[in-house]
């Protein structure tokens, strides 16, 4: 199993991804700005294996909460799927060193496509690593 924290300010898009996770087997946690995600992370005993960011929320937006994880070498190396209604900020998938972007309005097949993909491109890599 599989944990991720989707950071997101919309409650009820919050909600429907994460039962839409849980039901395909990962262990999903939320938070609704970056502040709240940065205080949760601290006191985590097992780091999410992915973060879903949203770039645009009140309190700590998506932007200020990358910086802060990548300055942090506890959580740099989470990988980040940046998610927004802005299809502006596409350019910034790879100044915020983020996996993959998605624009919102997003359905969740899609998402659910993003996130196993990477697991399993990431367990296939691992498991090439290992066998050379």
Known sequence: MKKILIIDDNISFV???QELLT??????????????ALE?????????HLIILDLVMPIMNGFKFRELQLQDK??????VILLTANNNYKEF????????????PVEAKDILYVVESFFYLRK?????????
């Not at 039901?23 to 709240?36: D, I, K, S, Y």
């Not at 506890?74 to 990988?79: C, K, M, Y």
């Not at 790879?94 to 919102?104: D, G, S, W």
């Open 124 to 132: 296939r890599a691992i498991s090439y690593v290992s066998q050379t």
């Open 23 to 36: 039901l395909t087997g990962h262990e999903v946690v939320t938070a609704h700005n970056g502040q709240t």
């Open 15 to 17: 909600g429907a991804l």
């Open 74 to 79: 506890n959580l740099s190396g989470i990988p």
């Open 40 to 48: 949760l992370l601290s006191n985590m005993s097992q780091l999410p």
């Open 93 to 104: 998938k790879e100044k915020l060193q983020a996996v993959e972007f998605l624009n919102k």
